[in-house]
């Protein structure tokens, strides 16, 4: 069976329900998923999958990488493929990967359903209507991803109570950015002194961490990897994050805590809340105050 998931980590966290319940519908087969690089090493402890391919995804104009990944994945005679990216990239490998069984939006729709039609629910909810139209028996795990697995338990922290903040994203999705973090961040410390406040940067965000007056965690001085972020998160008291891939691991990890979300997108359409962890929305992103973040981290922190 071949899965194929390049990124980004968000959407990799997402698909951990549906790559349970492909497991448990395949429990013979070999499972292999195709990926991005930096994906590997945490797909590779997935329990759910047996072997990592890399997809370096160069440009289509680069026949001769092409070409050997396609005689690559031809080499494996695959059975079936769960196409949970969805992209015309992925469209493209459909059509010529050569693997008789294909699932993806576009192949389970029914007679006069659109794609257009298909992609208004939300990221999860469609994940589960694909592997119900490819026949697989139990879906009962697609709609509550558990990202437990990915959790480094091996990594050490001696805090104890602590928000977690997740104040950054790509330098491509600035949309993303909820302007007040240092002014919340300043309401935090006044509010609620019995919690410490801190972060767990990426490799470019280091920098502006000394913008923040927040405690970095680290592994020996560099950034943490997913699995050690993942341990963060998990035992932190409360997570406050814009739409990013920390904000998704809080969310299916059980932790409680709360999105920011402007007009990039909307929580529905990204499948992120869940019992304990929700979303403050508005068409504009600055008009969410700090003060409001404030007041909903304090009605839901101790509850």
Excluded at 47 to 52: A, G, M, T
Excluded at 120 to 130: A, N, S, T, W
Excluded at 211 to 224: A, Q, R, V, W, Y
């Amino acid at each position: 069976i071949l899965i194929i998931k390049h990124g980004s980590l968000g959407d990799i966290v997402q698909i951990s329900g549906a790559l349970q319940d492909i497991r448990n519908h395949f429990k013979d087969k070999k499972i292999f998923i195709l990926t991005t690089f930096k994906f590997k090493n945490l797909l590779e402890k997935c329990p759910y999958v047996d072997e990592v391919l890399i997809d370096k995804r160069l440009p289509r104009w680069n026949f001769f990488y092409l070409l050997k990944l396609i005689k690559e994945i031809r080499s494996f005679n695959f059975d079936f493929c769960f196409d949970l990216q969805n992209s015309s990239r992925t469209d493209f490998y459909r059509k010529n990967f050569k693997i008789k069984n294909w699932s993806s939006s576009k192949t389970i729709l029914e007679k006069g359903e659109t794609k257009k039609q298909f992609d208004q629910d939300g990221v999860i909810e469609r994940f589960k209507v694909q592997l119900d139209r490819s026949n697989i028996k139990d879906t009962s795990h697609v709609m509550n991803p558990d990202f437990s697995w990915a959790i480094d338990n091996d990594f050490e922290i001696s805090l104890q109570k602590y928000i977690f903040l997740a104040p950054f994203c790509s330098p491509k999705l600035k949309q993303k950015v909820w302007p007040y973090f240092n002014e919340l961040i300043k309401l935090l410390k006044n509010k609620l002194p019995q919690y410490e406040l801190i972060t767990a940067p990426g490799p470019s965000e280091i920098g502006q961490c000394k913008e923040l007056n927040l405690k970095m965690i680290l592994n020996n001085d560099k950034p943490t990897n997913i699995g050690q972020l993942s341990k963060v998160i998990k035992k932190s008291s409360f997570v406050i994050a814009n739409d990013t891939g920390p904000a998704h691991i809080a969310a299916h990890l059980g932790c409680k805590g709360v999105a920011l979300f402007g007009q990039h997108t909307s929580a529905r359409k990204v499948s992120i809340e869940t019992e304990s962890f929700k979303v403050l929305e508005s068409n504009l992103l600055k008009d969410i105050s700090p003060e409001q973040v404030l007041k909903f981290v304090i009605d839901k922190i101790s509850t």
